[in-house]
């Protein structure tokens, strides 16, 4: 399933998304969202900021919540791959907001991984700045 989550308002479009798989065996989930941009923190537009903040952060939230109830009932393992940066590794100048919205994924991937124990597996994938071309 492909959706533009830069359309996404509010919590009624992830509960709209549930009647797409609340019938089906849910084995994995790949959250391959993003939005992103750089220049200075203090010169970036509040809807740029709010736009990077929501696309990057918000449905690699809702939807795993969403997603993971169904993913726990099953008998067999599952598996939600969150991709993420290697920008969350680092502190760059022109690239706060995107560089923390990645972090935020990586630590929502190791606590759920913690949280979730047995029979669930949530790996986040940094992708480097060439497959990107953000250029360092």
């Not at 797409?20 to 809807?47: Q, R």
């Not at 709010?50 to 997603?67: A, E, H, I, Q, Y």
């Not at 099953?74 to 598996?79: D, F, G, L, N």
Request: aromatic residues 12%; charged residues 25%; neutral net charge.
């Amino acid at each position: 399933m492909q959706v533009d989550f830069s359309k996404a308002e509010g919590v009624e479009f992830f509960n709209n998304l549930e009647k797409h798989f609340k019938d089906k065996d849910v084995s994995m989930l790949i959250n391959n969202v993003e939005f992103g941009d750089y220049g200075s923190f203090l010169d970036m537009k509040l809807k740029d900021a709010r736009d990077m903040f929501v696309v990057n952060c918000v449905p690699v939230t809702l939807l795993t919540r969403k997603v993971v109830p169904y993913m726990l009932e099953r008998k067999k393992k599952s598996a939600i791959i969150n991709m993420s940066s290697q920008l969350s590794e680092v502190v760059l100048p022109n690239r706060a907001l995107y560089c923390a919205t990645k972090r935020y994924i990586d630590y929502l991937s190791r606590s759920l991984s913690e949280e979730l124990g047995d029979g669930y597996r949530e790996l986040g994938v940094g992708i480097g700045y060439w497959v990107l071309g953000l250029g360092c």
